[in-house]
């Protein structure tokens, strides 16, 4: 349960995507991609007016690549991409990766509750990457990280070729 709407509570859930709902995933990465696109050049849109996520594919292909659907009393409120060994093919156990919530579900607790059902449900290390530019999300990391009481450490590499800070920490 999150927050309040009104007098009612709220139930929040997270369901892995399946393969069939590839289409539905798609046009939420192109929302995503849309807001990452102030924080790096590399991206921009195609001539079909849409954002464009070429390795969607892979999700049911590639083991340890899981995304997952986050919703609200049964209405899609945004989605991430939890990475597992071996598809991580590093230190850690996971990676949440690529998070994102609609714009009108903001703010109302919905990420923060979702990282902790993350959290509850698999302990282990944890690597975060964030665009080094994107203040919004390096925020609501180290907010996360103070709440939960997380010590994390953190370094900034370029990745792909751009800057990026990434943190890791055990849960």
Not at 18 to 47: C, F, M, W
Not at 68 to 77: C, G, P
Not at 157 to 162: A, F, Q, S, V
């Amino acid at each position: 349960m999150i927050g309040k709407e009104g007098d009612e509570l709220r139930m929040l859930t997270i369901e892995k995507v399946p393969k069939n709902q590839a289409g539905v995933l798609q046009n939420l990465y192109s929302l995503y991609l849309h807001d990452l696109s102030a924080y790096t050049p590399s991206l921009d849109i195609r001539e079909d007016g849409a954002f464009h996520f070429e390795e969607l594919p892979l999700f049911w292909k590639v083991e340890g690549l899981s995304p997952y659907f986050i919703k609200v009393d049964d209405k899609l409120t945004g989605f991430f991409l939890l990475l597992e060994q071996p598809a991580l093919q590093q230190e850690a156990d996971y990676c949440i990766n690529d998070f994102f919530i609609l714009n009108k579900y903001r703010g109302q607790g919905i990420a923060s509750k979702t990282v902790k059902d993350i959290f509850s449900h698999r302990k282990g290390t944890y690597m975060i990457i964030e665009l080094a530019g994107n203040k919004r999300a390096i925020s609501f990391w180290k907010h996360i990280y103070k709440s939960l009481h997380i010590s994390f450490q953190e370094k900034k590499i370029e990745l792909d070729g751009e800057p990026t800070l990434i943190q890791t920490f055990s849960v």
